[in-house]
């Protein structure tokens, strides 16, 4: 055959190139859906951009027809890098089932993770192209006068953190199910979430380009580091999500998942500390970590309803150091280890809302409330989810089983928090029907911030706190147990082989 | 040496037990027919052969190493084929053998050579610009069998390879799996097209309802399950006077007729079968054939199974 018919440039920059990144281009460059959305945008925002241009006039041009010039091109520019794209990995992902090559990518030496980021980073391309073609618009609009210069980087660097997030959560909603039907009722809901995100951003747009002066404020300029950040952070979790999805079933799907977990403690309370040693807001402390609870409610659920046992897989892979196999403990698979790494999140809840209201101590009494109100939390999450998770791990053991674990949790909350209401109803109890109850949690953060501790509260709190504990504390110790013999499986193994010369 | 040793195996889907506790081997330039009825497990057997399906219990070793424990490392020696053919959308043959030699981890000049040699072995190199979509079946099998090939695997699992193959394309792909069994490889290899896989076959495996119902060489296979005798009579009386005189003759079974004439069994050694052949030759039905017809694997096959779905 013809060696030059293979298209395969050997440029080493090439190789190092990420093959999804690779055929993905080729792909879009090819087909027709890129090609077609890229013109249809381009022609859409040109044609509306004049027609706001002439509705103005060429002598009057003012500060407002920079204002509308910029709205209706960032209307279209984040339809695109906001809609089209992430739809486009969505659509990509979905592909791979559909066309039957989903099996072909697992068995190549493609990680999950290349798959994951390789899709992320055609997105990426794709949207950069659309970014680079809207650049002389937006610098159009700019030189018109009534944009700020600071307005269009805060709106751009926010639209690519959503345009990034948005990916990742298509690449994970698509991977979550071989079958068509579900993937189909996925593509719809992605879909009105991204017609939502379209929505909330133009309107943030519309708000920054009216009143340029909130980014001159720094608490709203950490505000807006903080929102990317998240939004980022979002995005890691989809990834992890989706790497999971594509992972092997005896490979270790978890700790990359509980990593992030706790990464997002850690970056709770991170910006916690910022917020109160900058401006002396300590009350973000516990306002941070309690925003943070809810996704990690999410993946307490997961964790702990894990199966116990390590897959073989992941054993071969436990530290033979002593040390090391115990500090990885809460980060490796299995539901008593979800346990762990639950106390170990709310250990470095506490230690890291203790060292931000260091920064800037607000009082003894309201250093206490904070620490309580994040103790609280805790506790609430631990009788929710991490004592029925312990009760079905002594009789659920099939997968088919675990699901529906993770379902009666799931329905447990709504539960707690609409009974007293209905059993308020019919005892004629005003505060129940008002969701002011002690299976509250939110009520109970609020009287706590409100009214301080009282000594019946506390030591409920401490009781579910204590009974949750005792009941996940056999798997724990299993878990650990395992951990530890595993690890000195790896060291009388590697004692056992001979040394290499 | 076992290149692919299946030890044990079962899984369970819900309550239906797939594949119960399968065993069996592949060695290096040894191809094995893996044969069943549809429903039979062969597809889930090889899925977990390929590291694409956990076994509850029980391991398949790739080469020497646990698909189990080491997942990763199993897959580099392992070419699987999918009975389902995967191909990308807006894709020329050229490109997506440099995507899944990228994938593969080849680079530069050594991926260029390994693509010029798969396509030269499989014979695409006048069609590597053409998008796949526009290939005809038989071209989509070879350029699967080349994807298949690029990270040389040792041991390559074949799931129907000749579905929906013309008869040409067919034989070709036998060729071609002949050719690869001579490199070294072990290939396991399912169809329901029996005849090409005794044709190119050095043992089989037979599957029913997730069990083990025979396995080893073919010509063992064969003689092992050959405890009667295939014959077939053809006489001027008619088939329907030779069914009543065989009905009535010691160690014939299952008579059935066969064009103008009939196929029977025969339990008896080879005296029995003489004495048979002097009867019959004298019972006035005017025999103008008896022939000893030769056991294949259809026939084995059919024996052994009871074409049962699960």
Same mark, same amino acid.
């Given at each position: 055959?013809?060696?030059a018919?293979?298209?395969?440039? +050997? ?10 990144? $690779? ?10 859906y ?7 945008? *381009? ?8 027609? $706001? ?21 960032f209307a ?5 890098? !906001? ?35 390789g899709?992320?980073?055609?997105? =990426?391309?794709q949207?950069?192209? %659309? %970014? ?16 700020d210069?600071?307005?269009i980087? $805060? ?11 948005? #990916? ?7 991977s ?17 979430? =991204? ?26 300029? #950490? ?25 092997h ?15 997002? $403690? ?10 109160n040693?900058?401006f ?8 941070l !970590? ?15 309803t ?9 054993? !071969? ?10 500090? #990885? ?29 260091? *920064? ?5 009494l ?13 506790? %609430?999450?631990?009788? %929710? ?66 009214r +301080? #501790? ?5 030591a ?39 040394? !290499?010369? | ?19 119960d ?15 069943? @009825? ?34 990763r ?5 392992i ?53 796949? /979509? ?23 699992i ?8 013309? @008869?040409?394309?067919r ?57 009667t ?20 003759? @010691? ?13 029977f069994?025969?339990?008896?050694g ?15 039905l ?20 009871? /074409?049962?779905?699960?």
């Amino acid at each position: 055959m013809n060696a030059a018919a293979v298209k395969s440039p +050997g440029l080493s920059v090439d190789d190092r190139l990420n093959p999804i990144l $690779v055929k993905e281009v080729r792909q879009a460059l090819r087909g027709r859906y890129f090609r077609a959305l890229f013109w249809l945008t *381009l022609g859409v925002a040109t044609l509306v951009g004049l027609s $706001v241009t002439a509705q103005f006039g060429a002598h009057s041009l003012s500060e407002s027809a920079g204002e509308a010039f910029f709205m209706v091109m960032f209307a279209c520019l984040s339809a695109a890098v !906001q809609g089209f794209t992430p739809f486009s990995a969505f659509l990509s992902t979905s592909a791979e089932w559909d066309e039957n090559t989903h099996d072909l990518l697992v068995l190549s030496n493609l990680r999950p993770r290349q798959i994951v980021y390789g899709k992320l980073l055609s997105a =990426l391309v794709q949207a950069l192209l %659309y %970014y680079s073609t809207f650049g002389p618009f937006l610098v159009f609009a700019f030189l018109l006068n009534g944009v700020d210069l600071r307005v269009i980087v $805060v709106i751009l660097a926010g639209s690519m953190a959503v345009c990034t997030s948005l #990916t990742l959560l298509g690449v994970a909603a698509a991977s979550l199910s071989p079958a068509k039907a579900p993937r189909i009722l996925l593509m719809a809901l992605f879909g009105v979430v =991204l017609m939502i995100a379209w929505g909330m951003s133009l309107s943030v747009a519309g708000v920054l380009i009216d009143s340029p002066q909130v980014l001159r404020d720094p608490m709203a300029l #950490t505000g807006v580091g903080a929102f990317i950040c998240s939004a980022l952070v979002a995005g890691a979790f989809f990834a992890a999500l989706a790497v999971a999805r594509l992972s092997h079933e005896e490979e270790n799907r978890s700790s990359g998942m509980r990593a992030l977990s706790a990464a997002l $403690v850690l970056l709770a309370a991170g910006w916690g500390a910022w917020f109160n040693g900058r401006f002396g807001e300590h009350q973000a402390i516990f306002a941070l !970590q309690l925003g943070v609870v809810a996704p990690l409610a999410l993946m307490w659920l997961f964790f702990l309803t894990e199966p116990e046992r390590l897959g073989r897989h992941v054993e !071969q892979h436990v530290s033979r150091n002593p040390l090391l196999a115990f500090l #990885t403990l809460p980060f490796l698979p299995g539901g008593g280890r979800g346990a762990l790494l639950m106390a170990f999140h709310m250990c470095a809840a506490l230690l890291g809302a203790k060292l931000a209201l260091a *920064l800037d101590p607000p009082g003894p009494l309201q250093a206490n409330r904070t620490l309580v109100v994040i103790l609280a939390f805790y506790a %609430y999450a631990w009788v %929710y989810i991490a004592a029925p998770a312990a009760f079905a791990s002594w009789f659920v053991e099939s997968a088919r089983g675990r699901i529906v674990v993770r379902m009666a949790i799931l329905a447990l909350l709504p539960l707690v928090l609409l009974g007293p209401p209905l059993a308020g109803l019919l005892f004629s109890i005003p505060s129940w029907i008002d969701f002011l109850h002690p299976f509250n949690p939110v009520w109970a953060a609020r009287e706590l911030i409100d009214r +301080g #501790t009282n000594p019946l509260g506390m030591a409920l709190l401490w009781l579910g706190l204590g009974v949750a504990v005792l009941m996940n504390a056999p798997r724990m110790a299993h878990g650990m147990r395992e951990v530890f013999v595993a690890s000195r499986r790896r060291r009388e193994r590697s004692a056992a082989q001979p040394p !290499q010369s | 040496m076992k290149l692919l040793d299946v030890r044990g195996v079962t899984k369970t889907f819900g309550k239906l037990k797939a594949v119960d506790s399968i065993e069996f081997g592949v060695e290096a330039g040894q191809i094995c027919g893996f044969i069943g @009825p549809n429903g039979a497990g062969k597809t889930t057997t090889m899925r977990m052969c390929a590291t694409l399906e956990m076994p509850d219990t029980g391991d398949v070793y790739v080469d020497g190493i646990s698909v189990l424990e080491e997942p990763r490392l199993a897959r580099r020696r392992i070419g699987f084929m999918p009975d389902s053919y995967g191909a990308y959308a807006n894709t020329t043959i050229s490109d997506y053998l440099d995507f899944f030699a990228r994938a593969y981890g080849l680079t530069g000049a050594k991926r260029r050579g390994v693509i010029e040699r798969v396509v030269e072995f499989t014979s695409l190199g006048d069609l590597l610009d053409k998008e796949i /979509g526009s290939l005809s079946k038989g071209m989509k099998q070879r350029l699967c069998l080349a994807k298949t090939l690029l990270h040389d695997p040792a041991v390559m699992i074949l799931d129907e390879p000749a579905a929906g193959l013309d @008869p040409r394309a067919r034989v070709e792909l036998r060729e071609l799996v002949k050719a690869l069994a001579q490199m070294g490889k072990a290939i396991l290899i399912s169809s329901h097209i029996l005849t090409e896989l005794s044709e190119m076959c050095s043992s089989v495996v037979v599957i029913e309802r997730g069990q083990l119902k025979g396995g080893g060489a073919v010509a063992d296979v064969v003689r092992s399950f050959n405890s009667t005798t295939q014959l077939f009579l053809r006489a001027l009386a008619g088939p329907e006077a030779c069914e009543r005189r065989l009905l009535e003759s @010691p160690n014939v079974a299952k008579v059935r007729r066969e064009r103008d004439g009939v196929a029977f069994e025969f339990a008896g050694g080879l005296d029995s079968q003489a004495e048979l052949f002097a009867e019959l030759a004298q019972s006035g039905l005017r025999p103008i054939e008896l022939a000893v017809r030769d056991s294949n694997l259809e026939d084995i096959f059919l024996s052994l199974t009871e /074409g049962k779905l699960q």
